[in-house]
């Protein structure tokens, strides 16, 4: 599966940005699906994952309340609506296809268990 992220850019502390990741080459509607990010001289982190269906989603703590993740199985995309950001919530994100041999309930946080990537899109939130 081909992972394209878009819809980074440069926010002021309390701004809104909207990532997306467009799917390609693969059966989209099958495949649970993640955000992670990694900042400055940090190890790539968790955000937020999203089941085949949509019904079943996930957060880090960090941004539990500001984040939501979404999907459209018809357009082959999810997105990721941040709000309220902060400085802290700067890094590169990153969309990746969770492997389904794994149980996504039990394993969605881990980055090992996801197989494609998106060539990432920078978030700069500035304070």
């Known amino acids: 599966v081909q992972l394209v992220d878009s819809g980074g850019g440069l926010v002021q502390a309390g701004g809104s940005l909207r990532l997306s990741c467009a799917a390609s080459g693969g059966t989209f509607s099958t495949l649970s699906m993640g955000w992670f990010r990694q900042g400055p001289g940090k190890e790539r982190g968790f955000v937020a994952a999203?089941?085949?269906?949509?019904?079943?989603?996930y957060y880090a703590d960090s941004v539990k309340g500001r984040f939501t993740i979404s999907r459209d199985n018809a357009k082959n995309t999810v997105d990721l609506q941040m709000n309220s950001l902060k400085p802290e919530d700067t890094a590169v994100y990153y969309c990746?296809?969770?492997?389904?041999?794994?149980?996504?309930?039990?394993?969605?946080?881990?980055?090992?268990?996801?197989?494609?990537w998106g060539q990432g899109t920078q978030v700069t939130v500035s304070s």
């Open positions: 990746a296809t969770f492997n389904s041999y794994f149980s996504f309930g039990k394993y969605y946080s881990g980055h090992s268990y996801y197989t494609d």
């Open positions: 999203i089941n085949w269906s949509g019904g079943s989603t």
